[in-house]
């Protein structure tokens, strides 16, 4: 078992920045992938970012690219999404997730946080 608690959200202005931490804790080893979904009301979840633990090899959705950044922090098990240029369409509940494959296909991403709500505004 893996557990994931989100911090970080918030609301901000378009144009400015959040970061997102989650805080792994469990079988971390078991999983291969870790990354960060979100879902906005009324739409389907959606991949935004995911990081394939045995190399650091990073993946962006293609409405984040180049504006968002994930990365962690092995020492303290601790996953984070920068987020800068945020635009109001970014605003959705961001959900840290794990998995032992690592895509955007939602099925094989097996342990979720509960969600941390990002909101900006125009």
Known sequence: QVQLVESGGGSVQ???S?????AAS???????????????????REGVARLYTPT?????GNSVNGRFTI?????????FLQMNDLKPEDTA??????????DFLLENWIYWGQGTQVTVSS
């Open 71 to 79: 990365s962690r922090d092995k020492s303290k098990n601790t996953l």
């Open 26 to 44: 469990g079988s971390i080893d078991a999983v291969y992938c870790l990354g960060w979904w979100r879902q906005a009301k009324g739409k389907q």
């Open 56 to 60: 650091e090899y990073t993946h962006y």
């Open 93 to 102: 509940m961001y959900y840290c997730a794990a998995g032992r494959t690592c």
């Open 14 to 16: 378009a144009g400015g």
């Open 18 to 22: 959040l970061t997102l931490s989650c």
